[in-house]
C-alpha cells in the first residue's frame, strides 16, 4: 500500500467516524427537538380553539356553546386531525376524515394511539365544558424528519466525498517531494558519494536526508578504508612473496651451503606470509561480524596459560605473570580471546628490548575482566597512540617480522563485544596495554 493512499485511508476513516458520530448524535438531537415542538404545536392549535370558542360564547350572551344544531366539518389535510365535543361524547366540530374512535379522549393530555396499523399522536384539552382533541400522523412526522434529515445529509455527504478528494490531491501533492528524492536517488551513479541538497526539501524530510548523507559518508570512509586495506594488504604480500622468488632463485643456482641457507630464508617468507593471511583473515571475520561458535565459557586463567604455553621457550622465561581473576569466566569466545592477548604478549615482546621482561597481569570484577601487558620498550608518544590501532602500522623500534595488524585486530575484538583496549604510556619507561573483556554472567 502506498503512502499516499495509507495516509488518505487513515485520515479518511478517522474523520468518517468522527463525523458519523457528530451526525448521528445531531439527527438524533434534531429527532428529539422536531418530536417536542410538533407536540407543542398540538398543544397549542387545541388551546387556540378553546380560547376562539370561549371568545364565540362571550360574545354572545343569550347563546349557548352546546347549541349547535349540525356536526361542523372543516375540510382538513391528510396526516393532521382536529375535533370537538362535548364532555357527554357529542360531535360538535371535526376535521375532514377525523375517526371517532381515534379522537375519543380517554384523559387529557398526550398519547399515542394506533388504528387501522397507523400510529397517531394526538392532544387532549377539556375546558369550559369541551373536549378538543388535536392529532398528527406519526407516519407524517416520519416523512417529516427524513426529508430534513435528507436536506442536511445531502450537503454533508457532498463536503466528505470533496474532502476525501482534496485529502487525496492534497496528500500527492505534500509528498511530491519524496518523489522527487526517489527520482535523484534513482539517476545517481552507483559509485556516487557526493551529499544530497536538503534545502529545497520541507523540514519533515531535512532528517532523512541528513541521515542518508551521513550513511553516504560513512559508506565513502569505509570504500577509503577498504581501498586502503587491499592496497596495504597487496604491498604486505608481495614483499615475502618477492623474496620468496629471489631466495628460490638462489638456491637453483648455488648448491651447498648457500643453496640451503637460500631455503631455510624462503621458509622463514613462507611462514611470515602464513602467519600475515592469519592475522588477515581473523581481522576480516571480526570486523566482518562473522559468526564465531562460542561453546563453553572459557576461564581468564586458561586464556593466561594457553598464551604461555604457545609462547616460544625464551618468551617463557620474559613473561611475568599474575592472575587475580578467580575463577572468571569470559562472554568472548575462547579462540578470539586467546587471539587478542597472545597478540598483546607478541608486541611486548617485539617492541622490548632483548631479555627483558614484559609483565601480564590479570584481575577480575562482577562485570569485566582486565587483561594488562607492559613492556619495557621506548613506549609510545600522544600521537601514536592512536596510530597504533590501524592496520599495518608499526613502531620505530619494532623487530622485523611483525605484520602490523596485532594491535588492530585486539581493538576490533573488543569494539565487537563492547569491551574496551587502551594504550598509556609508563613512567619511566614502557606501554600498558590494557584489555578489558565482558565477563560471563555468574551462576
Same mark, same amino acid.
Given at each position: 500500500?502506498?503512502?499516499?493512499?495509507?495516509?488518505?485511508?487513515?485520515? =479518511?476513516?478517522?474523520?468518517?467516524?468522527?463525523?458519523?458520530?457528530?451526525?448521528?448524535?445531531?439527527?438524533?438531537?434534531?429527532?428529539?427537538?422536531?418530536?417536542?415542538?410538533?407536540? &407543542?404545536?398540538?398543544?397549542?392549535?387545541?388551546?387556540?380553539?378553546?380560547?376562539?370558542?370561549?371568545?364565540?360564547?362571550?360574545?354572545?350572551?343569550?347563546?349557548?356553546?352546546?347549541?349547535?344544531?349540525?356536526?361542523?366539518?372543516?375540510?382538513?389535510?391528510?396526516?393532521?386531525?382536529?375535533?370537538?365535543?362535548?364532555?357527554?361524547?357529542?360531535?360538535?366540530?371535526?376535521?375532514?376524515?377525523?375517526?371517532?374512535?381515534?379522537?375519543?379522549?380517554?384523559?387529557? =393530555?398526550?398519547?399515542?394511539?394506533?388504528?387501522?396499523?397507523?400510529?397517531?399522536?394526538?392532544?387532549?384539552?377539556?375546558?369550559?365544558?369541551?373536549?378538543?382533541?388535536?392529532?398528527?400522523?406519526?407516519? &407524517?412526522?416520519?416523512?417529516?424528519?427524513?426529508?430534513?434529515?435528507?436536506?442536511?445529509?445531502?450537503? @454533508?455527504?457532498?463536503?466528505?466525498?470533496?474532502?476525501?478528494?482534496?485529502?487525496?490531491?492534497?496528500?500527492?501533492?505534500?509528498?511530491?517531494?519524496?518523489?522527487?528524492?526517489?527520482?535523484?536517488?534513482?539517476?545517481?551513479?552507483?559509485?556516487?558519494?557526493?551529499?544530497?541538497?536538503?534545502?529545497?526539501?520541507?523540514?519533515?524530510?531535512?532528517?532523512?536526508?541528513?541521515?542518508?548523507?551521513?550513511?553516504?559518508?560513512?559508506?565513502?570512509?569505509?570504500?577509503?578504508?577498504?581501498?586502503?586495506?587491499?592496497?596495504?594488504?597487496?604491498?604486505?604480500?608481495?614483499?615475502?612473496?618477492?623474496?620468496?622468488?629471489?631466495?628460490?632463485?638462489?638456491?637453483?643456482?648455488?648448491?651447498?651451503?648457500?643453496?640451503?641457507?637460500?631455503?631455510?630464508?624462503?621458509?622463514?617468507?613462507?611462514?611470515?606470509?602464513?602467519?600475515?593471511?592469519?592475522?588477515?583473515?581473523?581481522?576480516?571475520?571480526?570486523?566482518?561480524?562473522?559468526? @564465531?561458535?562460542?561453546?563453553?565459557?572459557?576461564?581468564?586463567?586458561?586464556?593466561?596459560?594457553?598464551?604461555?604455553?604457545?609462547?616460544?621457550?625464551?618468551?617463557?622465561?620474559?613473561?611475568?605473570?599474575?592472575?587475580?581473576?578467580?575463577?572468571?569466566?569470559?562472554?568472548?569466545?575462547?579462540?578470539?580471546?586467546?587471539?587478542?592477548?597472545?597478540?598483546?604478549?607478541?608486541?611486548?615482546?617485539?617492541?622490548?628490548?632483548?631479555?627483558?621482561?614484559?609483565?601480564?597481569?590479570?584481575?577480575?570484577?562482577?562485570?569485566?575482566?582486565?587483561?594488562?601487558?607492559?613492556?619495557?620498550?621506548?613506549?609510545?608518544?600522544?600521537?601514536?597512540?592512536?596510530?597504533?590501532?590501524?592496520?599495518?602500522?608499526?613502531?620505530?623500534?619494532?623487530?622485523? =617480522?611483525?605484520?602490523?595488524?596485532?594491535? +588492530?585486530?585486539?581493538?576490533?575484538? +573488543? &569494539?565487537?563485544?563492547?569491551?574496551?583496549?587502551?594504550?598509556?604510556?609508563?613512567?619511566?619507561?614502557?606501554?600498558?596495554?590494557?584489555?578489558?573483556?565482558?565477563?560471563?554472567?555468574?551462576?
Amino acid at each position: 500500500m502506498s503512502l499516499r493512499l495509507r495516509l488518505v485511508l487513515t485520515i =479518511g476513516i478517522a474523520l468518517a467516524l468522527l463525523w458519523g458520530v457528530a451526525a448521528a448524535w445531531m439527527l438524533r438531537d434534531l429527532d428529539r427537538n422536531l418530536q417536542r415542538t410538533l407536540d &407543542e404545536r398540538l398543544a397549542m392549535s387545541a388551546r387556540m380553539v378553546s380560547g376562539l370558542l370561549e371568545q364565540a360564547r362571550v360574545g354572545e350572551a343569550n347563546a349557548s356553546p352546546f347549541a349547535i344544531r349540525d356536526v361542523v366539518t372543516v375540510p382538513g389535510r391528510r396526516g393532521i386531525a382536529c375535533q370537538v365535543r362535548s364532555l357527554r361524547g357529542e360531535v360538535m366540530a371535526t376535521t375532514q376524515g377525523a375517526s371517532r374512535a381515534l379522537m375519543a379522549a380517554h384523559a387529557p =393530555g398526550y398519547a399515542t394511539r394506533t388504528l387501522d396499523g397507523a400510529q397517531w399522536r394526538t392532544y387532549t384539552l377539556q375546558a369550559n365544558g369541551l373536549s378538543i382533541t388535536t392529532a398528527d400522523s406519526l407516519n &407524517e412526522r416520519a416523512g417529516l424528519g427524513r426529508r430534513i434529515a435528507l436536506a442536511a445529509g445531502i450537503p @454533508f455527504l457532498i463536503a466528505a466525498v470533496g474532502g476525501l478528494l482534496a485529502l487525496w490531491f492534497g496528500a500527492g501533492r505534500g509528498l511530491a517531494p519524496l518523489g522527487r528524492l526517489r527520482q535523484t536517488l534513482a539517476v545517481r551513479a552507483p559509485d556516487s558519494i557526493d551529499p544530497l541538497d536538503a534545502g529545497t526539501l520541507p523540514l519533515e524530510l531535512r532528517p532523512l536526508v541528513d541521515a542518508l548523507n551521513h550513511h553516504l559518508q560513512r559508506v565513502a570512509q569505509a570504500v577509503l578504508h577498504e581501498r586502503h586495506f587491499t592496497s596495504h594488504a597487496a604491498h604486505e604480500l608481495r614483499t615475502p612473496l618477492t623474496a620468496i622468488d629471489t631466495h628460490l632463485q638462489v638456491a637453483c643456482l648455488t648448491t651447498g651451503e648457500d643453496a640451503e641457507r637460500a631455503l631455510d630464508d624462503a621458509r622463514e617468507g613462507v611462514r611470515r606470509m602464513r602467519a600475515t593471511l592469519d592475522q588477515l583473515l581473523m581481522l576480516a571475520r571480526v570486523e566482518g561480524q562473522a559468526r @564465531f561458535d562460542a561453546g563453553e565459557p572459557v576461564a581468564a586463567r586458561e586464556i593466561l596459560e594457553r598464551v604461555v604455553a604457545a609462547s616460544g621457550e625464551d618468551a617463557r622465561g620474559r613473561l611475568d605473570c599474575s592472575d587475580r581473576s578467580g575463577d572468571a569466566l569470559l562472554s568472548v569466545p575462547g579462540p578470539l580471546a586467546f587471539a587478542a592477548v597472545r597478540n598483546l604478549v607478541d608486541n611486548a615482546l617485539r617492541y622490548s628490548p632483548p631479555g627483558s621482561r614484559v609483565d601480564l597481569a590479570i584481575d577480575a570484577d562482577d562485570t569485566s575482566v582486565r587483561f594488562a601487558v607492559l613492556d619495557q620498550g621506548a613506549g609510545l608518544h600522544p600521537g601514536e597512540q592512536a596510530d597504533a590501532v590501524r592496520r599495518f602500522w608499526r613502531g620505530r623500534s619494532a623487530t622485523p =617480522g611483525g605484520s602490523g595488524l596485532g594491535l +588492530a585486530i585486539v581493538a576490533a575484538i +573488543a &569494539e565487537r563485544y563492547e569491551g574496551r583496549f587502551t594504550l598509556r604510556a609508563n613512567a619511566p619507561v614502557g606501554t600498558v596495554a590494557e584489555l578489558v573483556l565482558p565477563r560471563a554472567p555468574l551462576a
